[in-house]
Each structure stands twice: as structure tokens, then as C-alpha cells.
């Protein structure tokens, strides 16, 4: 008796999934194609997918995360990054060359430059103390046009630097990395406090 049972409802759930999939939704599709069930889930799963996204990224261009200490800690940490693969590349291009390691500090820095750091630059966190006390200069926050100019111009070396990376032309990646060390001290120079 079970072996019987399980062979019809086996048999009414393949019955019931061949109806399912062969029957047409009269739907009509940008395409112009007529949509099975499948088709019709898949196009709403698309429309959520993108109703969400579009959701999340308004929400997170609207906020601002962390505590003003946090955001002085989170942008110290970076720029230590960066420093330190700007470091590895300078060994490499000076000293025993690795094309592995040179691409590896370069999409640090394009990860870095491209990551949209400038929110972590509230109005709240002209001083106080992340690892150690800000060092950005109150000008920084005085004229907002000017840094992103400079930010533009670091992510466009940022950029660069990764491409010539990849590209493993040791002449050409002096060159950039020259270029890209311009791009850090236009900002260190116009907004950094000396320690």
C-alpha cells in the first residue's frame, strides 16, 4: 500500500509540474514573448532585485554611518593602507621588480580611491581623534569643491595605476606610480597638518 501510495502522488506531482510548466500566462513581455510561469516569476524576480537596490542605495547615500570617531579611525585606516601599498610598489619598482605584488598594492589603492570615502568627511570631523588626532586642515571642510577636484584627480591616478599594473611594463609603471605619488601630495599639500 505505501509503495502504490507513493507512486500516484509521485505521478499527480509530475502531472501537476508538466501543467505548470507548459501553461501560458497571457503576460504580456517587453519582448514581445508569451511567458510560462517561469518566464513571469523570473521577470519579477528582476523587478524586486531592482526595486531593493535602488531602495538600499538611496538609504545608504542618505546616511551617514559610525560616530565621528569612527569615521577619523575608518579614513586613518585607509590612508595607512594605501600608504603601505604605495610602499610596496615603491620597493618593487625600485629594487627586485614582482609584477604579482605590484598588481596587488595597485588594486588595493583602486579599491581605496574608488570607495567613496569623502563621506567619511562629516562637517563633525574637522578634529577630534580616530587611531590618533585628525590631521585634516580646516580648510578641507571650508571649501568643498577643491577636494573633490583633488579626489577626482587621486581616483584618476588610482585608476590608472591599476591598468598599467596589470599591464606589467616596468618603465611604464615608474611613470604612473610617479604620477599617482603627485596626485597624494597635491592633497597632502593643500589639506594635511604636519605632525
Request: proline share 4%.
Amino acid at each position: 500500500m505505501p509503495l502504490l501510495a507513493a507512486g500516484l502522488r509521485r505521478g499527480s506531482a509530475d502531472v501537476w509540474n508538466s501543467r505548470r510548466r507548459s501553461t501560458v500566462y497571457p503576460m504580456p513581455d517587453p519582448a514581445g514573448r508569451s511567458l510560462d510561469r517561469k518566464g513571469v516569476l523570473d521577470e519579477i524576480n528582476k523587478f524586486v532585485v531592482a526595486a531593493l537596490a535602488i531602495g538600499l542605495t538611496s538609504t545608504a547615500m542618505g546616511q551617514v554611518i559610525g560616530k565621528a570617531e569612527d569615521q577619523i579611525r575608518w579614513r586613518q585606516s585607509a590612508y595607512h593602507t594605501m600608504a603601505w601599498s604605495m610602499g610596496r610598489i615603491k620597493a618593487n619598482v625600485e629594487g627586485t621588480y614582482s609584477k604579482d605584488q605590484v598588481i596587488e598594492a595597485a588594486n588595493v589603492i583602486l579599491a581605496i580611491v574608488n570607495s567613496k570615502m569623502g563621506a567619511l568627511y562629516q562637517p563633525n570631523t574637522n578634529t577630534g581623534k580616530g587611531w590618533k588626532e585628525t590631521r585634516v586642515k580646516p580648510e578641507f571642510f571650508a571649501d568643498r569643491e577643491t577636494p573633490g577636484k583633488v579626489a577626482q584627480g587621486l581616483g584618476k591616478e588610482g585608476n590608472e595605476m591599476a591598468k598599467v599594473a596589470a599591464t606589467g611594463d616596468l618603465a611604464a609603471i615608474k611613470v604612473q606610480f610617479g604620477k599617482l605619488g603627485e596626485a597624494c601630495k597635491a592633497c597632502h599639500d593643500k589639506f594635511r597638518k604636519e605632525e
